[in-house]
């Protein structure tokens, strides 16, 4: 799925991390996010790492919103709570759909249509 994304989204930054919460300062992505507020943000163990990563760039002031299909949780009811304590705190918990009808007006347009193409692709 990463793939598939870099190939669709080549100018879209992205960070693969194995441990919990995200440091902005240990990355280097300070001057990133000065230009960049918005993160996406998906992952294993959404209790954990997702959790911390996303209130983590919430603190830091990042308009952050969680992709609930690019994530996993150990229960449903573990993963509902985490996705509760995070809407609590200012997070948006979406969906890719959601997303990217977000990213077009006009879904007739070309690049409506480039974005219907791209759901196809994931959703099947």
């Known amino acids: 799925m990463l ?8 100018d879209l930054m992205m960070n693969i991390r194995q441990s919990f919460g995200f440091e902005m300062p240990a990355l280097g992505l300070d001057s ?3 230009v960049r507020r918005k993160v996406l943000l998906g992952g294993v163990l959404s209790e954990g790492a997702v959790l911390q990563s996303a209130l983590n760039l919430k603190r830091a002031g ?3 919103s969680i992709i609930v299909e690019a994530c996993a949780g150990l229960s449903e009811r573990s ?12 997070v948006h918990v979406t ?9 077009v007006d006009d879904l007739a347009s070309a690049s409506g249509r480039a974005v219907l193409g791209a759901l196809r692709g994931l959703l099947s």
């Open 95 to 103: 969906s890719i759909v959601s997303v990217a009808a977000g990213q």
């Open 79 to 90: 993963e509902a709570a985490a996705f509760r304590q995070l809407e609590g705190a200012g």
């Open 3 to 10: 793939k598939d994304l870099r190939e669709e989204f080549p």
């Open 32 to 34: 990133i996010f000065d």
């Open 62 to 64: 990042l308009d952050v």
